[in-house]
């Protein structure tokens, strides 16, 4: 089973990329009970290391610690903020969601994006999506003067206000930051099952700055040099009235076969889809030419990593809340397990071939 108080902790936790020490902070808290050490890149991305004297293939699993958000780009005359945003968003499932600005000494205060009045609109007007230039965070104070003598400035951060909650049916999961914190999750789940079994020189890395390109995907792969290197992330589910892809929520493991900047190793989406089956762990496939994952830069790194993204499907991707399913989190953790205590050298060679 897994403890989803770790994945709440996680979630709620405020980190967009470049301000993520929070978040890794409460990685790294979680995983030392479980890794032989800890080292950081110069980024600020936060690795576990375990098990150098094992034998097999140098294993590195990597999980962004980031999520998508805003920093203050303007404090108005009226009060309140302009945007700019860190990561994608549409405008039209911003408006009039509750945000809430970090203040540099830690401090939280709540506001939510504005939206025009919409009696009397136009319909031509209605049609049409806001552009992102146009939102504004409302604090709900009358000036420049009272944002400020809340600690506000320029270049703080902004996130989603959104808690954690199990849905009416205990497997599905909503929350903010999803991506990628679920995967964060999973990797905390994976060191806790290898404690005292034998398994393969062990990295995790959770990186920073992934939503912006991957930054630091490239600088703890540099650090840690890898043979093996997973990436988990999540993908798109295509489960709902606006959304159809081939992955559900429920459906397993996401095996990804390409996305924009990576197209994965061959023998090892082979390996992986043969490990599912005998070991009954359900799977599916994304199959999409948008988005991408740390892999984007693991696998071009040195002289080529022998690599692939699994991915947790999700509802709701880059919103102020996310569904995810729990089962699918399991399927994960399973998998990963598994092959990190059998991989062998002779495994990783005919994976290779």
């Known amino acids: 089973m897994i403890d989803l108080e770790i994945l709440k902790t996680l979630s709620e936790a405020a980190g967009i990329s470049s301000c993520e020490e929070a978040v890794c902070s409460q990685l790294e808290t979680y995983m030392q009970p479980y890794v032989d050490r800890v080292i950081h890149d110069g980024l600020g991305s936060v690795i576990g290391i375990k098990g150098d004297d094992e034998t097999g293939p140098k294993t590195m699993l990597a999980t962004h610690a980031d999520e998508v958000g805003f920093f203050v780009k303007e404090i108005e005359a009226s009060g309140t903020l302009r945007l700019m945003p860190v990561g994608s968003w549409w405008t039209h499932m911003l408006l009039g969601h509750d945000f809430k600005v970090i203040t540099q000494d830690g401090r939280q205060i709540k506001g939510f994006i504005g939206s025009p009045a919409t009696h009397g609109m136009p319909s031509e007007q209605r049609a049409k999506t806001l552009a992102m230039e146009a939102i504004y965070l409302d604090l709900g104070v009358a000036d420049k003067k009272e944002a400020e003598a809340l600690g506000i400035r320029i270049g703080d951060m902004v996130v989603p206000d959104t808690n954690f909650r199990v849905m009416n049916n205990p497997n ?8 990628n914190r679920a995967s964060c999750a999973v990797g905390l789940y994976v060191l806790e099952r290898l404690k005292g079994k034998k398994h393969v020189p062990l990295s995790f890395a959770c990186t920073v700055q992934e939503e912006p390109g991957l930054r630091g995907a490239r600088t703890s792969t540099d650090l840690m040099h890898p043979e093996l290197a997973f990436a988990i992330d999540t993908t798109l ?38 490990v ?16 991408g994952t740390d892999s984007g830069n693991i696998h071009k790194s040195f002289e080529g990593i022998v690599n692939m993204t699994l991915s947790i499907p999700i509802r709701y991707m880059h919103t102020n809340q996310s569904i995810i399913h729990k089962q699918d989190l399991e399927a994960c953790v399973d998998l990963l397990t598994y092959i990190l205590c059998t991989m062998d050298q002779q495994t990783f060679d005919m994976i290779c071939a």
């Open 172 to 179: 599905y999961l909503a929350g903010k930051a999803f991506d």
């Open 237 to 274: 589910a295509g489960d709902t009235p606006t959304n159809t892809n081939s992955c559900k929520l429920g459906g397993g493991v996401v095996i990804s076969m390409l996305d924009s900047n990576t197209v994965y190793h061959r023998g090892l989406i082979r390996y992986v889809e043969k």
């Open 276 to 291: 599912c089956k005998e070991q009954g762990i359900p799977y599916q496939y994304a199959v999409f030419n948008g988005g």
